[in-house]
Nanobody, 123 residues
């Protein structure tokens, strides 16, 4: 059974940093595209960072230069390092796994999802 479990969310002041983790169970995730999404109240789910199976990355324009996606194969864990956080980054953050080697930041392409971890950025 495939399970994705996020952690690392919390409340941080604007300008601060957080690192989100996504532990992956029951899935050879390094063979597939993985991504982080976020959803704020009243807004659609937004893709923020993508890690293709070949190691290439892609980011939403709103987070380029501030967020970094990475993985630790030994720990079966995906990460999202978030720096220079802004109030508009506040949202529930989700880890997602696709069923293909390559994907885009389109939610419909992802087969497995974690329950999410809340990030709140205060001024």
């Amino acid at each position: 059974q495939v399970q994705l479990v996020e952690s690392g969310g919390g409340t941080v002041q604007a300008g601060g940093s957080l690192r989100l983790s996504c532990a992956v169970f029951g899935y050879a995730y390094t063979s597939y595209a993985m991504a982080w999404f976020r959803q704020a109240p009243g807004k659609e789910r937004e893709g923020v960072a993508l890690l293709q199976s070949d190691g290439r990355t892609n980011y939403a324009d709103s987070v380029k230069g501030r967020f970094a996606i990475s993985q630790d194969n030994a720990k079966n864990t995906l990460y999202l390092q978030m720096d220079s956080l802004k109030r508009e980054d506040s949202a529930m953050y989700y880890c997602a796994a696709s069923a293909g080697y390559y994907a885009s930041l389109w939610a419909d392409e992802y087969k497995y999802w974690g329950p999410g971890t809340q990030v709140t950025v205060s001024s």
